[in-house]
């Protein structure tokens, strides 16, 4: 699991992006890899999914709002 903060979250959209605490590029991630209610602002830890053509947040879980 890895640490960030949400940058940006649209829940009507249903997605939004993560700032990884240990830098990098932020990460897509989809309402479908979320596990709590997330606002941005929060502190999650997340996992990476990697495709073929893109890398993304999943099992994002609140740590702190």
């Known amino acids: 699991m890895r640490l ?3 940058k940006y979250y649209n829940s009507e959209k249903g997605f939004g992006f ?7 590029n932020d990460l897509f991630f989809s309402a479908q890899g979320l596990i709590d209610k ?4 929060n502190i999650v ?6 495709s073929n053509s893109s890398v993304e947040a999943v099992k994002v879980t609140v740590l702190k709002s």
Do not use: A, C, Q, R
Request: hydrophobic share 35%; proline share 5%.
């Open 4 to 6: 960030g903060t949400v």
């Open 18 to 24: 993560i700032t990884p605490s240990n830098g990098g």
């Open 38 to 41: 997330i606002e941005t602002k």
């Open 45 to 50: 830890l997340f996992d990476i999914n990697v």
